[in-house]
């Protein structure tokens, strides 16, 4: 079995996350992460708040808070939700501890020693009205390439192009609406050109896996068409701060350097975490990170495929002295570059794209106050926008939650308990069964590997698709044998196979929907006679910064008690009590309400 790094995009601090946020990275990564436990992997999912960069100094002045108070305060909220989303981390921390300052200028000495860090002058964009360094993201003009009106000062969405600021025609300031103005500033730039031929291998070997997505691979590859060194310092007071520029305190490392680097300095702390508490070793991380065989999985939205695919793996090459330079390694060894970038598309919401500032937005909490959080995730999993953009709206929100998780699998779920605890009140023992009740169990069991194998190739839609095929295909079975129906005492042990079959089916597939709807798999286990612990949820737990003391929550949970991905016979015996429902009907007055408050935003 693999090493499997489950590597999530950080969100970033600057306010709450909106569905179309968790859509991205937080859903498919936690699916795909809880599979993998149960098919006997070793997992380590991480990720944390993204908090550097003027976006965080701009949010914070608007609140009349210190960055550092800011960051707290949404760090708090993001981690919140992410925990009653189910998300599984085994830690979500943040990027304003000690331990990843120690780890970003750790891999930007060894960027810069082995000559893949070079000084360059460049213009800095200022806000004319506030005097402000502004980001790459914070100015938007027309594309010089495609002519697209609303290109960023560090990418086009449109064509795809890298950018800088100065390239925009009649680029304008988000923040004041003015024309900014250009000073010349000396910064470190990454050496793209240098590590392109490297790059460019490393993504004709992936291309040739053929397991990325292909919009994905494309749109990297086409990266390569115009690679330039990319600065990766600025002017800014608010970031980590630059070895060797010590006597510059308002030069700091850029937010595109140092939150890449997240997934490795929150694996050293997990594991740092592990030998302060006993249960490991701080060389840990070693495993997921050094070891060629390992294999590590990026999530993320399509927004963030340059940083990915091109930045992040160049950081990687550098570090590890694997570019035209060549160089050495050091301390944290070679290190492994990315297996699969899995992006997805953008979710909309009811034709349109979120924005928080134009009130067009879900954030998950308001969600979560309202709604079931596997309601939310179920609609993620089976209509989100996994290989195309897709849209969020309220009314096929309810109707898939009643239609199919109400209807179709809560239905099945409901009436085969209530039936076995009105007849027998113990899952009863089956007598031989008939060739309808093989056909059964052996089509559910077959969906242990079709299933599986969806998930592990990133079709997540597919593989829930296939689930509720197989909820169809129960719900039939209940039809045609008509257990409801055999009152006689010569039924009596035909209704017993029935209903051992019924329920040996809504185990299994209830194992299979745990990956994806965890909370009301372990209600449904308990309903089956379970101990309800079928999917191991995270926690929320108060800490301090390994090496600052500075309190703050983190995620973590101990998955290590999984089920495995497999048929498990149910026990006949286990007391079977009335149950009550799982999901939660929703009025068709839902989506009048929700459109209502939408409008009023």
């Given at each position: 079995?693999?090493?499997?790094?489950?590597?999530?995009?950080?969100?970033?601090?600057?306010?709450?996350?909106?569905?179309?946020?968790?859509?991205?990275?937080?859903v498919?990564?936690?699916?795909?992460?809880?599979?993998?436990?149960?098919?006997?992997?070793?997992?380590?999912?991480?990720?944390?708040?993204d908090?550097?960069?003027?976006?965080?100094?701009?949010?914070?002045?608007?609140?009349?808070?210190?960055?550092?108070?800011?960051?707290?305060?949404?760090?708090?909220?993001?981690?919140?939700?992410?925990?009653?989303?189910?998300?599984?981390?085994?830690?979500?921390?943040?990027?304003?501890?000690?331990n990843?300052?120690?780890?970003?200028?750790?891999?930007?000495?060894?960027?810069?020693?082995?000559?893949?860090?070079?000084?360059?002058e460049?213009?800095?964009?200022?806000?004319?009205?506030?005097?402000?360094?502004?980001?790459?993201?914070?100015?938007?003009?027309?594309?010089?390439?495609?002519?697209?009106?609303?290109?960023?000062?560090?990418?086009?969405?449109?064509?795809?192009?890298?950018?800088?600021?100065?390239?925009?025609?009649?680029?304008?300031?988000?923040?004041?609406?003015?024309?900014?103005?250009?000073?010349?500033?000396?910064?470190?730039?990454?050496?793209?050109?240098?590590?392109?031929?490297?790059?460019?291998?490393?993504?004709?070997?992936?291309?040739?896996?053929?397991?990325?997505?292909?919009?994905?691979?494309s749109?990297?590859?086409h990266?390569?068409?115009?690679?330039?060194?990319?600065?990766?310092?600025?002017?800014?007071?608010?970031?980590?701060?630059?070895?060797?520029?010590?006597?510059?305190?308002?030069?700091?490392?850029?937010?595109?350097?140092?939150?890449?680097?997240?997934?490795?300095?929150?694996?050293?702390?997990?594991?740092?975490?592990?030998?302060?508490?006993?249960?490991?070793?701080?060389?840990?991380?070693?495993?997921?990170?050094?070891?060629?065989?390992?294999?590590?999985?990026?999530?993320m939205?399509?927004?963030?495929?340059?940083?990915?695919?091109?930045?992040?793996?160049?950081?990687?090459?550098?570090?590890?002295?694997?570019?035209?330079?060549?160089?050495?390694?050091?301390?944290?060894?070679t290190?492994?570059?990315?297996?699969?970038?899995?992006?997805?598309?953008?979710?909309?919401?009811?034709?349109?794209q979120?924005?928080?500032?134009?009130?067009?937005?879900?954030?998950v909490?308001?969600?979560?106050?309202?709604?079931?959080?596997?309601?939310?995730?179920?609609?993620?999993?089976?209509?989100?926008?996994?290989?195309?953009?897709?849209?969020?709206?309220?009314?096929?929100?309810?109707?898939?939650?009643?239609?199919?998780?109400?209807?179709a699998?809560?239905?099945?779920?409901?009436?085969?308990?209530?039936?076995?605890?009105?007849?027998?009140?113990?899952?009863?023992?089956?007598?031989?069964?008939?060739?309808?009740?093989?056909?059964?169990?052996?089509?559910?069991?077959?969906?242990?590997?079709?299933?599986?194998?969806?998930?592990?190739?990133?079709?997540?839609?597919?593989?829930?698709?296939?689930?509720?095929?197989?909820?169809?295909?129960?719900?039939?079975?209940?039809?045609?044998?008509?257990?409801?129906?055999?009152?006689?005492?010569?039924?009596?042990e035909?209704?017993?196979?029935?209903?051992?079959?019924?329920?040996?089916?809504?185990?299994?597939?209830?194992?299979?929907?745990s990956?994806?709807?965890?909370?009301?798999?372990?209600?449904?286990?308990?309903?089956?006679?379970?101990?309800?612990?079928?999917?191991?949820?995270?926690?929320?737990?108060?800490?301090?910064?390994?090496?600052?003391?500075?309190?703050?929550?983190?995620?973590?949970?101990?998955?290590?008690?999984?089920r495995?991905?497999?048929?498990?016979?149910?026990?006949?015996?286990?007391?079977?009590?009335?149950?009550?429902?799982?999901?939660?009907?929703?009025d068709?007055?839902?989506?009048?309400?929700?459109?209502?408050?939408?409008?009023?935003?």
């Open positions: 079995m693999s090493k499997i790094l489950s590597a999530v995009a950080w969100p970033y601090a600057n306010g709450p996350r909106h569905i179309g946020h968790v859509a991205g990275f937080g498919p990564s936690d699916v795909f992460s809880r599979y993998m436990r149960m098919a006997g992997h070793e997992v380590l999912m991480v990720s944390g708040t908090e550097h960069g003027t976006p965080i100094i701009l949010a914070a002045d608007k609140a009349g808070l210190t960055p550092q108070e800011l960051a707290d305060k949404n760090n708090r909220i993001i981690v919140e939700d992410l925990v009653n989303l189910g998300l599984s981390y085994d830690l979500f921390t943040r990027t304003t501890t000690a990843h300052y120690q780890v970003v200028q750790e891999l930007f000495q060894g960027c810069r020693d082995n000559g893949y860090m070079v000084v360059q460049m213009p800095v964009a200022i806000d004319p009205q506030t005097g402000n360094t502004l980001p790459d993201r914070y100015i938007e003009g027309v594309c010089p390439h495609c002519n697209y009106g609303d290109a960023r000062g560090d990418q086009c969405d449109n064509c795809g192009k890298q950018l800088d600021p100065q390239d925009l025609i009649n680029p304008v300031s988000k923040v004041s609406g003015l024309t900014p103005e250009f000073k010349v500033s000396e910064h470190y730039f990454l050496d793209l050109p240098a590590l392109a031929q490297a790059l460019g291998q490393w993504l004709d070997q992936v291309e040739e896996s053929g397991k990325w997505r292909s919009n994905v691979i749109f990297s590859k990266l390569l068409e115009d690679v330039r060194p990319r600065a990766m310092t600025r002017d800014i007071s608010w970031g980590i701060p630059i070895p060797g520029w010590e006597e510059y305190p308002n030069k700091r490392l850029y937010v595109w350097f140092d939150a890449v680097i997240g997934y490795l300095s929150a694996s050293i702390e997990w594991a740092r975490r592990r030998e302060l508490a006993g249960t490991g070793s701080a060389q840990d991380w070693k495993q997921w990170w050094t070891n060629p065989e390992a294999l590590s999985y990026y999530f939205g399509k927004d963030n495929i340059v940083f990915h695919s091109q930045i992040w793996p160049a950081e990687l090459l550098a570090y590890n002295g694997q570019g035209a330079k060549g160089g050495q390694t050091y301390g944290f060894g290190l492994n570059l990315p297996t699969q970038v899995v992006a997805s598309e953008f979710l909309t919401m009811e034709g349109k979120f924005s928080s500032s134009r009130g067009v937005v879900i954030y909490r308001d969600f979560l106050s309202r709604y079931q959080a596997d309601a939310l995730r179920y609609f993620i999993s089976i209509a989100g926008p996994e290989s195309s953009d897709s849209d969020f709206t309220w009314a096929e929100f309810v109707r898939r939650n009643n239609s199919e998780l109400v209807a699998w809560g239905n099945l779920v409901n009436r085969t308990a209530a039936m076995i605890a009105k007849n027998f009140g113990e899952i009863p023992v089956a007598g031989e069964l008939e060739q309808i009740d093989q056909d059964l169990l052996t089509q559910i069991n077959a969906g242990f590997t079709v299933v599986g194998d969806l998930i592990a190739s990133h079709k997540q839609r597919a593989a829930l698709t296939e689930i509720m095929r197989l909820v169809g295909e129960a719900n039939t079975y209940v039809s045609r044998t008509e257990p409801f129906k055999m009152k006689d005492e010569a039924q009596r035909r209704l017993a196979t029935v209903l051992n079959t019924l329920i040996q089916a809504v185990s299994d597939l209830n194992t299979m929907m990956v994806f709807l965890p909370h009301s798999s372990n209600a449904i286990d308990l309903i089956l006679g379970g101990a309800g612990d079928i999917a191991p949820l995270p926690q929320l737990v108060e800490t301090t910064d390994i090496d600052n003391g500075h309190a703050f929550p983190i995620i973590t949970g101990d998955y290590t008690q999984v495995s991905w497999e048929s498990r016979k149910v026990v006949p015996g286990t007391p079977i009590a009335k149950p009550q429902p799982v999901f939660q009907k929703l068709d007055s839902v989506v009048a309400e929700e459109l209502a408050r939408y409008q009023e935003s």
